[in-house]
T-cell receptor, first 113, second 113 residues
Framework: GDSVTQMEGPVTLSEEAFLTINCTYT??????LFWYVQYPGEGLQLLLK?????DKGSNKGFEATYRKETTSFHLEKGSVQVSDSAVYFC????????????FGRGTQLTVWP | DTGVSQDPRHKITKRGQNVTFRCDPI?????LYWYRQTLGQGPEFLTY????????KSRLLSDRFSAERPKGSFSTLEIQRTEQGDSAMYLC???????????FGPGTRLLVL
């Protein structure tokens, strides 16, 4: 069945460090891919998305490229800030049905000043 | 646009009691989703509605769980005879019909003692 695998956390970085959070997926057909972020005490917020192979989603300095050949959608940011501390979730939705989202387990990121 | 709202935000109950949660979606959205998130895990799909119709239910949704969306606007999720294993964050999301992006509410945190 459809599934998402994320690198395990927690990830701890110093401010201005480079961030990569790995995400790979298994899906039938042509899914759309997402990164959601959950700040402490808040609900999930969409960070970025990509709907087809080779698309790059970007927002707030974060980027992820939909790689069909490696079934991956890794999240990157060139210079993290303390305010980026949160839990990041990779997710997919089947393009054919657009029903449920399938989420990874989440990666906790902590950025120190 | 006031976003997705959920009520209550927190609920503590004793094992065996019934609880009911409410979700108000973004007003133009005709799809509404319920997910459950346990500590350290990503959200897991429970069920979703298109207008009043419940289109899909997960196997996670046991007989003790029931969801309704009687007028195609707000939805309720009821858990009967709660068990300690029901302790989790219950998330609601909404979207336009056939749209990929789901917008999440802040969640209802349930603790069963």
């Amino acid at each position: 069945g459809d599934s998402v695998t994320q690198m395990e956390g927690p990830v701890t970085l110093s401010e201005e460090a480079f961030l990569t959070i790995n995400c790979t997926y298994t899906a039938t057909g042509y899914p759309s891919l997402f990164w959601y972020v959950q700040y402490p005490g808040e609900g999930l917020q969409l960070l970025l998305k990509a709907t087809k192979a080779d698309d790059k989603g970007s927002n707030k300095g974060f980027e992820a490229t939909y790689r069909k050949e490696t079934t991956s959608f890794h999240l990157e940011k060139g210079s993290v800030q303390v305010s980026d501390s949160a839990v990041y979730f990779c997710a997919l939705i089947r393009g054919s049905t657009l029903g449920r989202l399938y989420f990874g387990r989440g990666t906790q990121l902590t950025v120190w000043p | 646009d006031t976003g997705v709202s959920q009520d209550p935000r927190h609920k503590i109950t004793k094992r065996g009691q019934n609880v009911t949660f409410r979700c108000d979606p973004i007003s133009e959205h005709n799809r509404l989703y319920w997910y459950r998130q346990t500590l350290g895990q990503g959200p897991e799909f429970l069920t979703y509605f298109q207008n009043e119709a419940q289109l899909e239910k997960s196997r996670l949704l046991s007989d003790r769980f029931s969801a309704e969306r009687p007028k195609g606007s707000f939805s309720t999720l009821e858990i009967q005879r709660t068990e300690q294993g029901d302790s989790a964050m219950y998330l609601c999301a909404s979207s336009f019909d056939r749209a990929e992006t789901q917008y999440f509410g802040p969640g209802t945190r349930l603790l069963v003692l």
